[in-house]
């Protein structure tokens, strides 16, 4: 697969979230102008070719239905029919994926397109996951049974069947392959859910970045990732960052990284080499100020994508 070509694709679903506007994201990122340039312009100025492949289609939830958890399941399985689709037509055209979103129960059929992609070429990829929150809730640890929550434990085997199976595998993800870096909001049905997976090895949290540094545990974070054999991907949820760099979310929490942690990241991730999708999520321009979260967005990409200050 080239790297120098990049395929855009937008996934405009936020009802995974319990927050409105995350689905305006994707437009959002794809229409901001920095300098005067907007993202696809960037990114074929950093010697790219890129194509922009719309939005997939999103399947919309009847408000008038029954609540159940997880909640709005049937259009989150009718959405993720068409985002596999759309992520799939991408890698086969030999494109880098990056991924518009969105709220992070988008990851769900994402990573699921990209695990089932290499694993018909006989391989497997691994998964670094930026994040406040862990989003390792099942339907019976949620407590909201907000899809966004779980995402990261339907890739990983465990939750509703019918997520948990799609494109007809699970996992989708071996853990060995997996690494998680900046949570700090973890609640207790998560803790144990990490404990009982033994997962804490993976997880790189703030309080580990704030004893480490952040190069530190992103150089261990990439050891652990790069040791499968495909490469790795890159989901990116932009409250990982500090709301004071990045109010435009719809679940923040205080003692995030800062505007150059989160760079310094993307950077040594695009100087290592072998990511193989990016990834970015819950941007809701709703609650934004003066644009700041989604032109960060946008520069995040670029950073995972090579550039740098000089």
């Given amino acids: 697969m080239s790297t120098k070509k990049v395929g855009i694709i937008g996934v405009p679903l936020g009802f995974g979230a319990g927050q409105t506007g995350s689905e305006l994201g994707a437009g959002a990122m794809r229409l901001s102008r920095i300098r005067g340039i907007n993202l696809a312009g960037h ?8 194509t922009d492949h719309g939005d997939a289609q999103i399947v919309q939830p009847d408000d ?8 709005h399941l049937a259009e989150m399985l009718a959405s993720s029919e068409h985002i596999v689709s759309a992520i799939s037509k991408i890698l086969e055209s030999g494109e880098l994926p990056i991924i518009l979103g969105g709220d992070h129960a988008i990851a769900i059929p994402t990573f699921s397109a990209i695990a089932s992609h290499y694993r018909n070429s006989g391989t497997e990829v691994g998964l670094i996951w930026f994040d406040a929150h862990a989003d390792i809730n099942t339907p019976e ?7 966004h929550g779980m995402p990261l434990a339907a890739i990983l085997g465990h939750g509703h069947p019918d997520l948990v199976n799609l494109c007809g595998f699970a996992p989708k993800l071996n853990s060995k392959y997996f690494a998680h870096i ?3 909001d973890v609640d207790s049905g998560e803790r144990s859910q990490i404990e009982k997976l033994r997962l804490r090895d993976s997880f790189f949290t703030m ?3 704030d004893s480490r540094g952040m190069g530190a545990c992103v150089n261990d974070a990439l050891d652990i990732v790069s040791q499968a054999p495909g490469g790795y991907a890159v989901t990116f949820d932009i409250d990982m960052i500090d709301p004071r760099f990045a109010p435009g979310s719809g679940t923040l929490v205080r003692g995030g990284a800062t505007y150059r942690e989160a760079h310094l990241a993307l950077e040594m991730i695009a100087e290592r080499g072998g990511m193989r999708s990016f990834e970015i999520v819950e941007v809701n321009p709703l609650l934004d100020q003066s644009n700041i979260t989604v032109e960060l967005a946008c520069e995040l990409i670029l950073s995972a994508l090579g550039k740098t200050i000089l």
Avoid: C, F, W
Avoid at 64 to 71: L, Q, R
Avoid at 141 to 147: D, L, R, W, Y
């Fill in 43 to 50: 990114i074929r100025a950093l010697g790219y070719d890129v």
């Fill in 207 to 209: 309080s580990d970045i």
């Fill in 64 to 71: 008038t239905a029954v609540v159940e958890n997880p909640k």
């Fill in 141 to 147: 640890t949620s407590p909201s049974g907000n899809i």
């Fill in 182 to 184: 900046g949570a700090r």
